[in-house]
Nanobody
């Protein structure tokens, strides 16, 4: 069974940090671009960060660049999102995603996780 399972969400004060994890199973992890998307209440889901097969390339939404870092461990079939200097506008459900190529940036995703909620209090 192919699945992505996120963890690490929670409540944090503005200025704080969280690290999200996404464990993949049932897929050849190293052949997928991996990414994180988020969806705030009443808004569309949008791309936050993504990383290429071996981690050599990474892409970020402008508003998170310099604060968030995406990484992956292919030996553990896991992708991470380290979030620092969190702001109230980062509050959203965060979704892990897998895609066969760089089109992940446009939302062309083959596999979605169930999401983990991040709430940043001001």
């Amino acid at each position: 069974q192919v699945q992505l399972v996120e963890s690490g969400g929670g409540l944090v004060q503005a200025g704080g940090s969280l690290r999200l994890s996404c464990a993949a199973s049932g897929l050849d992890f190293s052949t997928y671009y991996m990414g994180w998307f988020r969806q705030a209440p009443g808004k569309e889901r949008d791309h936050v960060a993504s990383i290429s097969w071996r981690g050599g390339l990474s892409y970020y939404k402008d508003s998170v660049r310099g604060r968030f870092t995406i990484s992956r461990d292919n030996a553990k079939n896991t992708v991470y999102l380290q979030m620092t200097s969190l702001k109230s506008e980062d509050t959203a459900n965060y979704y892990c995603a897998a895609a066969k190529g760089g089109a992940i940036l446009t939302g062309s995703v083959e596999i979605w996780g169930q999401g983990t909620l991040v709430t940043v209090s001001s």
